[in-house]
């Protein structure tokens, strides 16, 4: 079965200091990774996401991904943490081959907490 | 206006009772989603739907049934809700586009039952 695991339920992290949330995934093909953000009291938003080509991954605000087939690992970073970065992070693989199914395995998340 | 939306936000009710929680969208999107979230678990996948005619259990789907009145409607009903069934729950729509489209969430619909 395709899983993915956050090891941190929390990271901490100062103001302008770099941040790395990780996540490490289990499939049996190729993987297709996604990262997304939750704001307190709103739903998840699309950060960004890996299916192929270029181990670095651009997203929104900042963030990108580093994609390790060799550690199975799909970290989320960003160079310089702001306070508003703040939020909970979660990692996600999509489960199925071919194009009929688009169901997302997602991780517990990671709480991001950027101090000031 | 939200682009998916979900009603109402907030519910309590008691054990036994049967209870909708609703979903919109104005995406266009063909493929919709129910998750609920627990603490700890992350997102669960509870029901799912490629197209008014076509809806799929998921992996937590004991307990609840779905809907869909229409492309843009999603709707999800605990029968007889129970305890165990409090979480915050969540719509989300894709594109057809293909199978790595974004899942575009609702704001999330917080219930507790008593």
């Known amino acids: 079965a395709q899983s993915v695991a956050q090891p941190e339920d929390q990271v901490n992290v100062a103001e302008g200091n770099p941040l790395t949330v990780k996540c490490t995934y289990s499939v049996s093909g190729n993987p297709y990774l996604f990262w997304y953000v939750q704001y307190p009291n709103r739903g998840l938003q699309f950060l960004l996401k890996?299916?192929?080509?270029?181990?670095l991954v651009k997203g929104s605000y900042g963030f990108e991904a580093e994609f390790n087939k060799s550690q199975t690992s799909f970290h989320l970073k960003k160079p310089s943490a702001l306070v508003s970065d703040s939020a909970l992070y979660f990692c996600a693989v999509r489960e199925g081959y071919g194009g009929a199914t688009n169901k997302l395995i997602f991780g517990t998340g990671t709480l991001l907490a950027v101090q000031p | 206006d939200a682009d998916v939306t979900q009603t109402p936000r907030n519910r309590i009710t008691k054990t036994g009772k049967r209870i909708m929680l609703e979903c919109s969208q104005t995406?266009?999107?063909?493929?919709m989603y129910w998750y609920r979230q627990d603490p700890g678990l992350g997102l669960r996948l509870i029901y799912y739907s490629f197209d008014v005619k076509d809806i799929n259990k998921g992996e937590i789907s004991d307990g609840y049934s779905v809907s869909r009145q229409a492309q843009a409607k999603f709707s999800l009903s605990l029968e007889s809700a129970i305890p165990n069934q409090t979480a915050l729950y969540f719509c989300?729509?894709?594109?057809?586009?293909?199978?790595?489209?974004?899942?575009?969430f609702g704001d999330g619909t917080r219930l507790s039952i008593l």
């Open positions: 989300a729509t894709s594109d057809f586009g293909g199978y790595l489209q974004p899942q575009h």
């Open positions: 995406k266009g999107h063909d493929r």
């Open positions: 890996y299916i192929t080509g270029d181990n």
